[in-house]
């Protein structure tokens, strides 16, 4: 095989990593994406953080595709519902799955 054929081999099997890794599924998502929903995740758990009367450690955040779940327990259900709102604020969320669960007294 002459060389400028072995060059095109390699780059064309450089190019094919490279488009498999940058392109999202449905399972799964490209680095860009994950980036920016870790980028969401944080700003949503600062915004829950900062909202008086929420526990943050006893919520749970995951962001996918620009939508928030949440998840874990909650003392009451205005809590509930005030974590969800708090969410949905955020710039960049899409939607919010509230999973969230309230204790019962």
């Known amino acids: 095989m002459h060389k400028s054929a072995l060059v095109r081999l390699f780059a064309a099997v ?12 449905r399972t799964s998502e490209s680095t860009g994406a994950y980036v920016d929903d870790a980028a969401i995740t944080t700003k949503v758990k600062s915004a829950i953080l900062a909202e008086p009367g929420l526990h943050s450690m006893q919520i749970g955040v995951e962001t996918y595709k620009d939508v928030v779940q949440l998840s874990g327990f909650v003392d009451t259900l205005d809590a509930k519902t005030k974590a969800a709102e708090v969410a949905a604020s955020v710039p960049g969320v899409r939607s919010v ?7 019962s007294s």
Not at 14 to 25: F, K, L
Request: with cysteine; net charge positive.
């Open 14 to 25: 450089v190019m094919i990593g490279v488009v498999g890794c940058t392109e999202s599924t």
């Open 97 to 103: 799955k509230n999973n969230l669960v309230v204790k």
